[in-house]
T-cell receptor, first 116, second 109 residues
Framework: GAVVSQHPSWVICKSGTSVKIECRSLDFQATTMFWYRQFPKQSLMLMATSNEGSKATYEQGVEKDKFLINHASLTLSTLTVTSAHPEDSSFYIC????????????FGPGTRLTVT | QKEVEQDPGPLSVPEGAIVSLNCTYSNSAFQYFMWYRQYSRKGPELLMYTYSSGNKEDGRFTAQVDKSSKYISLFIRDSQPSDSATYLCAMITGNQFYFGTGTSLTVIP
């Protein structure tokens, strides 16, 4: 089956630093990847849609200068949390849509970010 | 009104019970309907998908779609403790995915 990996799985950083999270589709190509944020016991909140070779589309209320997204290839998208603050601590999950099956979206295992 | 409504639960059942999870939706343009399972501190995994009204079965899981009522269900037969997770419904129209809030299920041994 389709596999999406995320790295790192968890990270602790100090307030004011930047953190980069990678999302890779391992056995399929993904023109479109999605970045979600999830708070404990809450559902997924879509942050942005990442399109290979073009700018990401951010959801309302998501700061594009704070959450930088780069989709450099058909198998890799990165999310950089810039100048992180404790309120950015959360579970970040990416997903990728298989180019050959537009109705399926595969999720990565998530990255737990803790900002101290 | 949200595009997709899902009762968050929590739902607690004894092992072996039949579980029924449901979502309602308002947009008749939804084309594909999916169920994801998410274990704690993990990403969601796709369980089943369907694109038409009717039932689709996969092992102990049955997905049911009723487009006339805008209602989808996931049934789990002979539930196991390993089924304890959050179940999210999702729907697609065009390129847009819409997720339910998820239902937390606990199967008690």
């Amino acid at each position: 089956g389709a596999v999406v990996s995320q790295h790192p799985s968890w990270v602790i950083c100090k307030s004011g630093t930047s953190v980069k999270i990678e999302c890779r589709s391992l056995d399929f190509q993904a023109t479109t990847m999605f970045w979600y944020r999830q708070f404990p016991k809450q559902s997924l909140m879509l942050m942005a849609t990442s399109n290979e070779g073009s700018k990401a589309t951010y959801e309302q209320g998501v700061e594009k200068d704070k959450f930088l997204i780069n989709h450099a290839s058909l198998t890799l998208s990165t999310l950089t949390v810039t100048s992180a603050h404790p309120e950015d601590s959360s579970f970040y999950i990416c997903s990728a849509r298989d180019n050959m099956k537009s109705y399926e979206q595969y999720f990565g295992p998530g990255t737990r970010l803790t900002v101290t | 009104q949200k595009e997709v409504e899902q009762d968050p639960g929590p739902l607690s059942v004894p092992e072996g019970a039949i579980v029924s999870l449901n979502c309602t939706y308002s947009n008749s343009a939804f084309q594909y309907f999916m169920w994801y399972r998410q274990y704690s501190r993990k990403g969601p995994e796709l369980l089943m998908y369907t694109y038409s009204s009717g039932n689709k079965e996969d092992g102990r899981f049955t997905a049911q779609v009723d487009k006339s009522s805008k209602y989808i269900s996931l049934f789990i037969r002979d539930s196991q403790p390993s089924d304890s997770a959050t179940y999210l419904c999702a729907m697609i129209t065009g390129n847009q995915f819409y997720f339910g809030t998820g239902t937390s299920l606990t199967v008690i041994p």
